[in-house]
């Protein structure tokens, strides 16, 4: 046993001395190829700060560039302060205001904007910040509303061919028509001393209530019906109180007090194989769905479902639930600066702020944009006629008397049943599977029947 002890300890020996070695050798090799990556990476890294360098670089480049032809452009085109007559088709759109922050919902001013932008008339920053430029529109259309005579004061550089560089930059269905300089103080709203509207409707709202509206492109107005409908209107001129025209307005409220000057609805036309007519109406100002709401309370009366004294009752401090008109067809036609146009229009300075040089223009385009729309809308979707469906709902006598029962819910799930309608089939289908409208709607077409 003796005799093999020394030759296995050797054996022993030379097989841990052969795996150390193996160890070391690996050691080196991973140590060689650790030592080639430094380099790599480090001229990895250092490419990557490179190109951040480079690209910071030329930000700061750009941006002194466009600060030196800021600079350029206030020295050659300094600001001045003017007013911009407008007109566009509001379809699609979410009304006149711009809502910074929210780009989702897309307005007349975001479009704007963004042209004085490109075309170089304003300053980038001047874009967020729009008390930069004293921005000030004369009135805010709703969601859907057109206009043929909007006007906005601004601070804008008088570059060659402004008009047309903003138009440019904007979509066909809103444009620039006219331009004037006006004084330093001057506030579109603020100085703004009446505004007229139209509203374009078939005549089919003035049918008789058992009349079939399937062919509601067929029904013609009689010529004794219209004198009636205007009479109605007239009695909406003077000084009223119309808090129940309007939402949130309590009768104590001294702005729900209007003065109208003139609202009357003019001859029928045919367009597109159905009849139409236009309202139109004047006033100082108005409130929110004010003119739907007058036009909505006066079909309900031709109709037949109240006495046309709801409309003296309104005024007083009853609540009185008064329809409301679909939107499609109403129209801003023209904003008044009548004191203006009295104290500086004839100082050799400045122009009146009167525009029957662009006439042409502003009936060009609506032609063009705004009557086509409200005319093809109407006879593919039939707002109007979708809208009466929901008149014999409201129960005028009920909210007369002040009782607000299960009736009034009816109409308030009702009229955002049809809301929801025209945004578009799948909010209907969804909406319509509700167990709530399944229960109440039924009931609006029971009462119809009967």
């Not at 890294?45 to 030196?68: F, P, V, W």
């Not at 020295?75 to 759109?93: C, F, N, Q, T």
């Not at 440019?168 to 509207?197: M, S, W």
């Not at 009466?388 to 009816?410: A, K, V, W």
């Amino acid at each position: 046993m003796l005799k093999f002890r020394p030759l296995s300890s050797a054996l022993l020996n030379h097989k841990l001395k052969s795996r150390i070695s193996g160890y070391l050798f690996k050691l080196r090799c991973t140590m060689s190829e650790a030592s080639n990556d430094v380099p790599e990476a480090k001229q990895m890294k250092r490419g990557h700060e490179e190109n951040e360098d480079s690209t910071e670089r030329l930000q700061n480049i750009k941006r002194i560039k466009a600060q030196e032809d800021n600079a350029e452009n206030e020295k050659k085109y300094p600001k001045k302060k003017v007013v911009l007559l407008m007109a566009y088709s509001g379809k699609g759109y979410y009304g006149m205001q711009r809502n910074v922050g929210t780009s989702e919902f897309r307005t007349i001013e975001d479009e704007l904007v963004a042209a004085l932008v490109k075309s170089g008339c304003i300053p980038e920053n001047h874009g967020d910040e729009m008390k930069k430029m004293s921005f000030q529109r004369c009135a805010r259309t709703d969601k859907g509303v057109s206009a043929a005579g909007q006007v906005v004061s601004l601070k804008l550089r008088l570059m060659d061919n402004v008009i047309e560089n903003i138009n440019e930059h904007l979509p066909p269905q809103i444009k620039v028509i006219g331009l004037k300089r006006v004084t330093q103080g001057f506030n579109a709203k603020n100085n703004c001393d009446a505004r007229t509207y139209s509203y374009m409707l078939p005549t089919v709202a003035f049918a008789p209530k058992d009349y079939d509206t399937a062919s509601a492109s067929a029904f013609r107005l009689d010529p004794e019906t219209l004198p009636k409908v205007n009479r109605l209107f007239s009695t909406y001129k003077g000084t009223h109180n119309f808090h129940n025209f309007t939402s949130q307005k309590a009768p104590s409220d001294p702005s729900a007090r209007r003065y109208i000057m003139e609202m009357s609805c003019g001859e029928p036309f045919v367009r597109g194989g159905s009849e139409f007519a236009v309202i139109t109406v004047r006033g100082q100002s108005f409130m929110l769905h004010q003119i739907r709401k007058m036009i909505g309370l006066v079909i309900a009366i031709m109709k037949g479902y109240v006495n046309e004294d709801v409309i003296e009752r309104s005024w007083g401090e009853e609540k009185v639930d008064v329809p409301k008109a679909p939107g499609l067809g109403l129209v801003l036609e023209r904003v008044h600066f009548d004191r203006y146009n009295k104290r500086f229009g004839g100082d050799g300075l400045h122009e009146c702020l009167e525009w029957d040089e662009d006439e042409e223009g502003i009936k060009a385009f609506k032609e063009a944009y705004i009557y086509p729309t409200i005319v093809e809308t109407e006879c593919q979707e039939g707002s109007m006629v979708s809208w009466m469906s929901t008149l014999p709902i409201h129960d005028f006598q009920n909210t007369i008397n002040g009782n607000r029962d299960e009736d009034q819910t009816q109409v308030l799930v009702v009229e955002t049943w049809y809301s929801l309608r025209k945004t578009g089939r799948k909010f209907y289908k969804l909406y319509n599977h509700c167990s709530f409208v399944s229960y109440f709607f039924p009931l609006g077409q029971r009462r119809r029947r009967e």
